[in-house]
Nanobody, 119 residues
């Protein structure tokens, strides 16, 4: 089992920046691709970004590409999402998730952290 705990959310102004952290426990995440999803009020959960098990490959939702950066530190068992040039539409609960290498679905999810972007 892998437990994931997100932190770093809060209230930020339009154009501002915030970095989310996802601390994993229970087992090492070095065998897992890690991703961030988000869910805005009244909308379905959507993919934001994913990073490969070794950090060598990343994928982003088109609308956040160039503004968000996903990274990981396997020694600290932690994943990050650096968000810059935030827009009102980035307001959502952000979830961290882990996918075992070789699996096509995400195996573990955190509880989420709220990011609210105000104008």
């Amino acid at each position: 089992q892998v437990q994931l705990e997100e932190s770093g959310g809060g209230l930020v102004q339009t154009g501002g920046s915030v970095t989310l952290s996802c601390a994993a426990s229970g087992r090492t995440i070095s065998n897992y691709a890690m991703a961030w999803f988000r869910q805005a009020p009244g909308k379905e959960r959507e993919f934001v970004a994913e990073i490969s098990w070794d950090g060598g490959s990343t994928v982003y939702k088109h609308s956040v590409s160039g503004r968000f950066t996903i990274s990981r530190d396997n020694a600290k068992n932690t994943v990050y999402l650096q968000m810059e040039s935030l827009k009102f539409e980035d307001t959502a609960v952000y979830y961290c998730t882990a996918r075992n290498v070789g699996h096509s679905v995400y195996d573990y999810w955190g509880q989420g952290t709220q990011v609210t972007v105000s104008s």
